[in-house]
């Protein structure tokens, strides 16, 4: 059990690139999140998967956001046309029924 | 529906005790309680079912009040070790929402030699 695991652990993206995040949950863990942290608040909920269905987006996500996990393994996260109000900490979560979560250390986007 | 954590931040000498409180609008299935230090990804503490029991792991400890929808993080006897944010996740449990945290914006906890 290697952990949950995160790639890239930073990035700096210029205004309106398109940027991809990768997270590779642990194995045996069916159920993985997405989350996004600013500074002094908590983690906000993006979306989830069971296996490789996505089951809820949140509301507050526009469309610039996608997230997949294809053969339900590894997710990633892909953000368009960045903005600079996407800059935060983006945190995948996976979890094993009846635990809690294992998150990963995290991709701190700055989009400048 | 984000859970309101209170208080947002106390400063404690080692060895002093505190409650951190987190309370829900609506009804939960389970309350999870998070601790991250600065610059690292939340970890996780312990976790409350609806009609279980309090949990605790070492010197800290939880309850949960289902009638108030209301639980409760106790730090006994603090260590320099305990001093991070402490986020409460909840839970509610229902078809469309089952597995999915809602996190409190988070209490810092400062312990002092």
């Known amino acids: 059990d290697t952990g949950v695991s995160q790639d890239p652990r930073h990035k700096i993206t210029k205004r309106g690139q398109n940027v991809t995040f990768r997270c590779d949950p642990i194995s045996e863990h069916n159920r993985l999140y997405w989350y996004r942290q600013t500074l002094g608040q908590g983690p906000e909920f993006l979306t989830y998967?069971?296996?490789?269905?996505?089951?809820?987006k949140s509301r507050l996500l526009s469309d610039r956001f996608s997230a997949e996990r294809p053969k339900g393994s590894f997710s990633t996260l892909e953000i368009q046309r960045t903005e600079q109000g996407d800059s935060a900490m983006y945190l995948c979560?996976?979890?094993?029924?009846?635990?809690?979560?294992?998150f990963g250390s995290g991709t701190r986007l700055t989009v400048v | 529906q984000q859970p309101v954590q209170s208080p947002q931040a106390v400063i404690l000498r080692e060895g002093e005790d505190a409650v951190i409180n987190c309370s829900s609008s609506k009804a939960l299935y389970s309350v999870h309680w998070y601790r991250q230090k600065h610059g690292e990804a939340p970890v996780f503490l312990m976790i409350?079912?609806?009609?279980?029991e309090q949990k605790g792991h070492e010197k800290i400890s939880a309850s949960f009040n289902e009638k108030k929808q209301q639980s409760s993080l106790y730090l006994t006897a603090s260590q320099l070790s305990y001093s991070g944010t402490y986020f409460c996740g909840t839970e509610r449990g229902t078809t469309d929402s089952w597995g999915k945290l809602q996190f409190g914006a988070g209490t810092q906890v400062v312990v002092t030699p």
């Open positions: 998967f069971q296996n490789e269905a996505q089951l809820e």
């Open positions: 409350l079912l609806k009609g279980g």
């Open positions: 979560a996976s979890r094993g029924r009846g635990d809690g979560y294992t």
